[in-house]
């Protein structure tokens, strides 16, 4: 049985937590020690941050402290009553008003200490309507006695007002009645989980764990406080990247692969046998590949880069090291178009090559199946180019050496690693066109290794985007149909495939019948939605390859797809409803041809997603600002294991220069000892155990 450190006795345990307590603490996710002592103030208020009474201006946000002279409750004519409290600070007075909500009143008395936050606004003179306020002293509980002389004091030296997270039967007062009772205490328990020593504590910057602890309780200065968060957000991100370390080392190292051979004999030949020479950036990702198939671990890495710089290529020299070595490579769409067209496009630059390929998708009639799969069996077939026909039809490789996996993210965790799975020691390279930030990608596929590709070749002119209000969408049909009789194709793309009752969206389905009826009457229309059976979209898909379509009226499906380069033009409805990477993806299908691609999104309002997209065409920096805007809990929903990512302390913009460090320990420490078996890790453990339960098994704790 594991001994119970002090840390995980149940909070009733506390001083000044009687059993009524604890049950108010459970309902707030507190139930151990541990939880309370991390239950770190949510926000800090110093002088820098609050106004004096006397001094809030009519029309800004203030936050003020002070002591409640007066309270009451006023009615208005329209019927809405008003909760009023007069605070006092030594500058003077200044009132503030909650409409609407009289119930404040049973929270507020007279001679309380009150920390209230708004905007301040004109009513008979000015009034801070507080957006949130905390009673930080009670003027007649028992409390009263240490709560006002920490008041008291704080104020005299002008110190720091934290607020702690609060419930109705748990207020402000409360916890910090039993911080003052308790925290000392659990601050010397905290001492035996410190992990990092003095040396490593140094290069990171970062203060002793219990140091950071106090610090967030009691806080001397602001800038403290923030070295104190640096350092939980450092465990967090550590935690997080040693689970994922533990991941990625079962998938690479507890299965060695085969060290590659690479001889150059075909690697060579496709480089003098290219139309183009290879930006500094495929050469940089080439190097990082090429590293990883030539050593003895298995290599299990993330290729990144924006659509059309270039991933198909690089995906082709790892290939072909495969095969040099007298292994086969094969790589795996979502559809069968893109197989087809991945297959073309190889097929091309291996003209000059002594290498042979091989096309597998559900499309092929069955007897070419099952020749294909028999030159797969054989060896003959060196590159196979695929669909999910490459895992679901029982196919054989006589000796697979690498597996790649286009649009990764359309695929399942499963199948992702299936293709590999065919072959005891096969190298996987995933790839994917939605950029994101490297400390995000780092954080949520801490289990790979990441190439980013961030650059595009040269000479691509980046489409033309505008953002327009509806009223000018006959303006840019017109533009759209000077454009279709220069014979360009284009894409219509709207949000959804229904008209909603809720909503007034210009729904495609319905739109579509008009648009072929009056706008673009003459025209070849059709319209492709997620909902049509896969032959079908197949079907359409194909007929706008082939130019036998004018208009693609469509929603989010195209996201993914074929490359159309006559298709330049792209109107998308409802610009507000797609996210900025939704947005981007959309984009990312125009602007190969030799005209100029153009994308007009139509929106009611400028927002700033919408002023971002037009901003720039970079991939890398969309992805900054959509994590910018929407924030990073965000992109957690869960992790490619299916794991939800939580990170209460660590901020991706903030802490971004220790997720680089994190990750590196975390390797470190897990390849020298995977089960985190020496004594020197127990308290690791103990943390993980902690933090993740039952998913730490993966180390054999708990
Ligand atoms: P993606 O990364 O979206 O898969 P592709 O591999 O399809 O991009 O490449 C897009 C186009 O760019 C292809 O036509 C390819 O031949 C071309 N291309 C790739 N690398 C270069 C380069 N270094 N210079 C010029 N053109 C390139
Ligand atoms: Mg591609």
Redesign the pocket.
């Known amino acids: 049985m594991k001994a119970l450190h002090r840390l995980d006795m149940p909070v009733q345990f506390l001083k000044g937590v009687g059993p009524r307590r604890a049950v108010s603490l459970q309902r707030m996710q507190i139930l151990t020690a541990r939880d309370l002592l991390y239950h770190v103030p949510r926000r800090y208020d110093d002088a820098s941050t609050i106004t004096p009474a006397a001094k809030a201006r009519v029309g800004s946000e203030a936050t003020v402290v002070g002591q409640v002279r007066s309270t009451g409750v006023i009615p208005t004519r329209a019927g809405l009553r008003i909760f009023q409290a007069v605070i006092q600070d030594a500058s003077g007075f200044i009132t503030c008003s909650w409409p609407g909500k009289p119930w404040v009143e049973r929270s507020v008395q007279r001679g309380d200490r009150l920390l209230v936050t708004g905007p301040v606004r004109f009513f008979h003179g000015p009034q801070l309507q507080p957006r949130e306020f905390v009673v930080i002293a009670r003027r007649d509980e028992d409390e009263r006695a240490t709560s006002v002389r920490e008041g008291a004091a704080a104020t005299a030296s002008g110190v720091i007002f934290s607020t702690y997270a609060a419930s109705e039967d748990l207020p402000q007062w409360v916890f910090r009645r039993l911080f003052d009772l308790n925290l000392d205490r659990l601050l010397r328990d905290v001492r035996a989980e410190e992990y990092l020593d003095s040396a490593a504590r140094s290069e990171l910057d970062l203060p002793e764990l219990s140091a950071a602890l106090d610090a967030l309780h009691r806080p001397a200065t602001i800038p403290r406080k923030d070295a104190a968060l640096r350092r939980l957000a450092f465990d967090e991100l550590f935690l997080h990247q040693l689970m994922q370390a533990r991941v990625r080392h079962q998938a690479t190292a507890e299965r060695p692969g085969v060290s590659l051979r690479r001889t150059n004999d075909l690697i060579r030949v496709l480089h003098h046998s ?6 500094g950036a ?1 050469a940089r990702v080439l190097r990082e590949i090429f590293a990883d198939m030539t050593s003895r671990r298995r290599m299990n890495r993330l290729l990144q ?11 082709l020299f790892a290939m072909l090291l495969a095969v040099e070595a007298g292994c086969q490579a094969a790589l795996m769409a979502p559809t069968s178009i893109l197989a087809e ?2 297959a073309k ?1 190889i097929g091309k ?1 291996l003209e000059a090559l002594p290498c042979t390929l091989e096309l597998l998708t559900g499309a092929a009639t069955a007897r070419r199946r099952r020749e294909a799969r028999a030159r797969i069996a054989a060896g003959e077939a060196q590159i196979v180019v695929g669909t999910h026909a490459l895992i679901q039809e029982g196919v054989e490789f006589r000796r697979l050496g690498l597996a790649v996996i ?1 649009e990764q993210h359309r695929f399942g965790v499963r199948q992702r690693m299936a293709l590999s799975e065919r072959a005891p020691s096969a190298d996987t390279l995933l ?1 994917s ?1 939605t950029p994101i930030p490297r400390s995000l990608a780092m954080t949520l596929h801490g289990d790979l290794d990441l190439s980013i ?1 961030d650059e595009l ?4 002119r980046p489409v033309a985007t505008r953002i327009a209000g509806p009223g000018k969408r006959s303006a840019i049909y017109d533009e759209l149909r000077r454009r279709l009789d220069r014979g360009r194709q284009a894409y219509l793309v709207f949000p959804a495939i229904e008209e909603s009752e809720r909503s007034d969206l210009r729904a495609a389905e319905a739109e579509f019948e008009r648009l072929c009826a009056e706008d673009f009457a003459g025209r070849r229309l059709a319209l492709l939605h997620g909902r049509l059976p896969a032959e079908e979209k197949d079907r359409i898909m194909r007929g706008f390859q082939r130019g036998a379509i004018d208009i693609l009226v469509t929603t989010t499906v195209v996201e993914v797809g074929i ?1 159309v380069p006559n298709a330049n033009t792209m109107v998308i409805e409802n610009g507000e409803r797609f996210g900025l990477s939704q947005l981007h993806q959309l984009r ?1 299908r125009i602007g ?1 041809g030799e005209e100029g691609g153009l994308c007009v999104v139509i929106a009611d309002a400028e927002t700033d997603r919408l002023a971002a997209f037009a901003r720039t065409t970079d991939g890398f920096e969309i992805a900054a600002a959509d994590l910018q805007i929407r924030g990073q809990g965000d992109f957690f929903g869960a992790d490619q294991h299916g794991h939800t990512i939580e990170l209460r302390f660590a901020d991706l913009f903030e802490h971004q220069d220790l997720i680089g460090p994190a990750q590196e320990r975390a390797r470190r420490i897990v390849d020298d000892d995977p089960e985190l078996a020496d004594p020197a890790n127990a308290v690791i453990r103990l943390q993980l155990d902690r933090r993740f339960g039952e998913r730490a098994r993966l180390f054999g704790v708990g």
């Open positions: 290219l139309p183009f020479t290879l930006t495929q880069g924006d659509v059309g710089s270039g991933k198909t290529v690089v995906a067209q991945h496009g630059l286009d790839m066109a590709i070749p040269p000479g691509r490359d990312g190969r």
